[in-house]
C-alpha cells in the first residue's frame, strides 16, 4: 500500500503544476488602399499564426482611423501613399489620439527624405515594400517590442546623410578578413542564409561569423553593425 502511495505521487505532483498561459498573438491592422496589397497582407499574416493575428484592413485614413481606435492593435501597417491621402498625416492623426500601439510605415518611396519622415511624425519604423515578403516578420517583431525598426539598407542610406557632415572615420576594428566580408553583407542586408551562400559555408558557420563582427565591434544588431560599415568604408556611398 506504501508503495502504491509512492508510485503515485510523482504523478500527483505533476499534475498540480500550473499550466503556461498562451501568448496571446499580436494583433496588426493593414492600411492600403490597394485591395491586392491587402490581399498580399493578409496572406503573409495568416502564414505567420499562431503569433501574428490579420485584425482588419481598410482603404483610406478615415476608414483607418475608426477601425484601429476601435480595435487597438498591436500593430498597424500604415501605406504611406493611400490615394490622395498621406499615410504620413495618418500617422500623426493616431498619434494625437493616443494610439499606444506601435505603426510601421511602408512604402515604394524612396527612403530620402520619406523614411526620417514617417519616423518625424511618430512610425516606430520604415519597410520598403519591396522587402515585405522577407522583412515583415521581423520588422513587427521589433516594433512590438518598442524599439524602431528600418531594414539595413534604409539604415545605411539616413546614416551616410548625417555621416557626410561628420568628422574623420574611426579606426576600424581587428577584423578578419572574413569578418570584414561578414560585416559588408550585413551592410547590404543579407540574412544569415544569405551570407552562408555568399560565403561558401553552412547557416551556423555564417551566424558564427555575424556573432564575431557583432562582439568586436561592440554593438547589440545587424543595424548597428551596418552603420559602422558604412562610417569604414565598407559600403558605396551611392548605393541605397
Given at each position: 500500500?506504501?508503495?502504491?502511495?509512492?508510485d503515485a505521487s510523482p504523478l500527483s505532483h505533476t499534475e498540480r503544476q500550473p499550466a503556461r498561459a498562451p501568448v496571446p498573438p499580436t494583433r496588426v491592422v493593414v492600411v492600403d488602399d490597394d485591395p491586392l496589397a491587402r490581399?498580399?497582407?493578409?496572406?503573409?499574416?495568416?502564414?505567420?499564426?499562431?503569433?501574428?493575428?490579420?485584425a482588419g484592413a481598410a482603404a483610406s485614413a478615415r476608414e483607418a482611423m475608426e477601425l484601429v481606435l476601435t480595435r487597438l492593435p498591436d500593430v498597424v501597417l500604415v501605406d504611406l501613399?493611400?490615394?490622395?491621402?498621406?499615410?504620413?498625416?495618418?500617422?500623426?492623426?493616431l498619434i494625437q489620439q493616443g494610439f499606444a500601439g506601435s505603426i510601421l510605415a511602408v512604402s515604394v518611396l524612396p527612403e530620402d527624405p520619406y523614411?526620417?519622415?514617417?519616423?518625424?511624425?511618430?512610425?516606430?519604423?520604415?519597410?520598403?515594400?519591396?522587402?515585405?515578403?522577407r522583412r515583415l516578420p521581423e520588422a513587427i517583431a521589433t516594433v512590438v517590442q518598442g524599439k524602431t525598426y528600418l531594414d539595413p539598407q534604409t539604415a545605411a542610406h539616413l546614416l551616410r546623410q548625417l555621416l557626410r557632415a561628420r568628422g574623420p572615420r574611426p579606426q576600424r576594428p581587428a577584423l578578419t578578413p572574413r569578418?570584414?566580408?561578414?560585416?559588408?553583407?550585413?551592410?547590404?542586408?543579407?540574412?544569415?542564409?544569405?551570407?552562408?551562400?555568399?560565403?561558401?559555408?553552412?547557416?551556423?558557420?555564417?551566424?558564427?561569423?555575424?556573432?564575431?563582427?557583432?562582439?568586436?565591434?561592440?554593438?547589440?544588431?545587424?543595424?548597428?553593425?551596418?552603420?559602422?560599415?558604412?562610417?569604414?568604408?565598407?559600403?558605396?556611398?551611392?548605393?541605397?
Open positions: 500500500m506504501a508503495r502504491g502511495l509512492s490581399h498580399v497582407y493578409r496572406s503573409l499574416l495568416d502564414g505567420m499564426a499562431p503569433a501574428m493575428e490579420h501613399l493611400l490615394g490622395d491621402e498621406s499615410g504620413l498625416d495618418l500617422v500623426r492623426a523614411a526620417s519622415r514617417a519616423l518625424e511624425a511618430g512610425a516606430s519604423g520604415y519597410l520598403r515594400k519591396e522587402d515585405v515578403g569578418e570584414h566580408e561578414t560585416l559588408e553583407l550585413l551592410a547590404r542586408g543579407l540574412s544569415n542564409k544569405e551570407i552562408s551562400a555568399s560565403l561558401r559555408c553552412t547557416t551556423r558557420t555564417a551566424k558564427a561569423h555575424v556573432s564575431r563582427v557583432l562582439q568586436k565591434l561592440g554593438v547589440e544588431d545587424r543595424t548597428q553593425a551596418a552603420v559602422l560599415a558604412i562610417r569604414f568604408g565598407l559600403v558605396d556611398r551611392g548605393a541605397s
